[in-house]
């Protein structure tokens, strides 16, 4: 007669001092208290010092007035008539669309570049390793000066700008391209393109399953693809197929109609997008190098191509590693944002300062800023932290 393995059974707490637990408590207890006073003593110090002086404190200017126009409003409607709380609101839009659009270039570069590293075209390796020489070596405030300087001195004025096939403009007024007159078929075919992705996923995870049961690895793109694309097809069409577009046309002194992007914006994405994926490139080469010759001598004895070797055995190896040191490069792009307001970008910081200098809050204007980047910087943590988990390779 077999005997079944029990538990281990807790080990009671001893509510004494000798406990490491209770003197662990009891430590972190202090220390959260000497934080909590030490908060206190400087908000309480600097609220006795500003009534002292006689000035105004609090975040009830937010409801008043702004009085000051921004150059740049890509997804709310705003007027000088409007509040400081909406200008602001206005300035965090503008830092996250620099930050998630940047982000999502520097990783596409990052790549390309990191793996063209170990490129067997020495022209490929050499252009590869030049760039990263250069543009992670020159300051990223000089590199927005010079895309902005580029973009107002050197390109051309608005009224003779360079076109692409009738539908392209680029000049000193920025990059003007076609765009679709919002209806309500857009909705739906976002709706149909984000069930299609939930879809896809889960083929994607089926596939992965049976790789992993079979040895045998399918396409992961074509048919994840196509399910996105059909499920934004049949949106559209259960939305009315809107087909309108606003084209850009070239006036006597400007380009009137379809999508903008200012020279500020582009100099600023740019320049972000540059410098941070030279870093990135030198964080997927380090990742790659991690990983042990012998799994690449492996993977060429079992016959697989330098594709699938770097697909299925380097990259998810490595991943490991490039995670964590990437996940500090997204925060650096995110907060390097804020060197826009050199060139006249409105991001949140630009804005804060206007705010700043017209309303005299210098403590909350300061501290809105801190929260936007703080709220910020800690879900771009939490997302790659658990995309670090799904990813990471599960010991047997």
Same mark, same amino acid.
């Given at each position: 007669?077999?005997?079944?393995?029990?538990?281990?059974?807790?080990?009671?707490?001893?509510?004494?001092?000798?406990?490491?637990?209770?003197?662990?408590?009891?430590?972190?207890?202090?220390?959260?208290?000497?934080?909590?006073?030490?908060?206190?003593?400087?908000?309480?110090?600097?609220?006795?010092?500003?009534?002292?002086?006689?000035?105004?404190?609090?975040?009830?200017?937010?409801?008043?007035?702004?009085?000051?126009?921004?150059?740049?409003?890509?997804?709310?409607?705003?007027?000088?008539?409007?509040?400081?709380?909406?200008? !602001?609101?206005?300035?965090? $839009?503008?830092?996250?669309?620099?930050?998630?659009?940047?982000?999502?270039?520097?990783?596409?570069?990052?790549?390309?570049?990191?793996?063209?590293?170990?490129?067997?075209?020495?022209? &490929?390796?050499? !252009?590869?390793?030049?760039?990263?020489?250069?543009?992670?070596?020159?300051?990223?405030? !000089?590199?927005?000066?010079?895309?902005?300087?580029?973009?107002?001195?050197?390109?051309?004025?608005?009224?003779?700008?360079?076109?692409?096939?009738?539908?392209?403009?680029?000049?000193?007024?920025?990059?003007? !391209?076609?765009?679709?007159?919002?209806?309500?078929?857009?909705?739906?075919?976002?709706?149909?393109?984000?069930?299609?992705?939930?879809?896809?996923?889960?083929?994607?995870?089926?596939?992965?399953?049976?790789?992993?049961?079979?040895?045998?690895?399918?396409?992961?793109?074509?048919?994840?693809?196509?399910?996105? $694309?059909?499920?934004?097809?049949?949106?559209?069409?259960?939305?009315?197929?809107?087909?309108?577009?606003?084209?850009?046309?070239?006036?006597?002194?400007?380009?009137?109609?379809?999508?903008?992007?200012?020279?500020?914006? $582009?100099?600023?994405?740019?320049?972000?997008?540059?410098?941070?994926?030279?870093?990135?490139?030198?964080?997927?080469?380090?990742?790659?190098?991690?990983?042990?010759?012998?799994?690449?001598?492996?993977?060429?004895?079992?016959?697989?191509?330098?594709?699938?070797?770097?697909?299925?055995?380097?990259?998810?190896?490595?991943?490991?590693?490039?995670?964590?040191?990437?996940?500090?490069?997204?925060?650096?792009?995110?907060?390097?944002?804020?060197?826009?307001?050199?060139?006249?970008?409105?991001?949140?910081?630009?804005?804060?300062?206007?705010?700043?200098?017209?309303?005299?809050?210098?403590?909350?204007?300061?501290?809105?800023?801190? &929260?936007?980047?703080?709220?910020?910087?800690?879900?771009?943590?939490? $997302?790659?932290?658990?995309?670090?988990?799904?990813?990471?390779?599960?010991?047997?």
């Amino acid at each position: 007669m077999g005997v079944s393995a029990r538990a281990p059974s807790k080990k009671p707490i001893e509510w004494s001092w000798r406990s490491r637990v209770v003197r662990g408590w009891v430590y972190q207890l202090l220390a959260l208290g000497v934080v909590i006073a030490g908060v206190w003593f400087l908000a309480h110090n600097t609220q006795e010092n500003m009534r002292t002086r006689g000035i105004q404190s609090g975040f009830d200017f937010l409801g008043s007035a702004a009085g000051f126009d921004i150059g740049e409003t890509t997804f709310v409607a705003y007027d000088p008539s409007e509040s400081y709380g909406k200008a !602001l609101w206005v300035g965090v $839009l503008n830092t996250l669309r620099v930050a998630v659009i940047g982000i999502v270039l520097t990783t596409i570069l990052g790549v390309l570049v990191g793996v063209g590293r170990f490129s067997r075209n020495a022209l &490929v390796r050499g !252009l590869c390793y030049a760039y990263v020489e250069v543009f992670r070596n020159v300051p990223i405030l !000089l590199q927005l000066l010079m895309w902005y300087l580029l973009f107002v001195d050197v390109l051309p004025p608005t009224q003779s700008a360079w076109k692409l096939g009738g539908m392209f403009f680029l000049s000193k007024g920025g990059l003007s !391209l076609p765009a679709p007159v919002w209806a309500a078929g857009h909705a739906w075919m976002l709706l149909g393109a984000i069930v299609g992705i939930l879809v896809a996923a889960r083929y994607r995870a089926g596939l992965q399953r049976e790789f992993e049961r079979t040895g045998q690895d399918r396409n992961r793109w074509a048919v994840p693809l196509a399910m996105v $694309l059909g499920g934004a097809v049949v949106g559209c069409a259960a939305g009315g197929a809107p087909r309108e577009w606003s084209m850009p046309e070239q006036l006597a002194f400007m380009v009137d109609g379809g999508m903008s992007a200012t020279p500020e914006f $582009l100099a600023v994405l740019i320049g972000l997008v540059l410098y941070t994926g030279a870093f990135v490139a030198e964080v997927v080469r380090g990742g790659i190098q991690s990983v042990s010759l012998g799994q690449t001598e492996a993977a060429s004895a079992l016959g697989l191509s330098r594709r699938q070797m770097m697909k299925l055995v380097i990259l998810p190896q490595a991943m490991r590693v490039i995670i964590p040191p990437l996940t500090n490069q997204y925060l650096n792009l995110t907060k390097n944002s804020s060197l826009a307001v050199a060139i006249g970008y409105p991001d949140v910081v630009s804005i804060s300062n206007t705010t700043l200098n017209q309303s005299g809050r210098a403590v909350e204007c300061i501290a809105v800023i801190m &929260v936007v980047y703080l709220s910020t910087s800690l879900s771009t943590s939490a $997302l790659m932290n658990w995309y670090n988990k799904r990813v990471a390779i599960k010991e047997r």
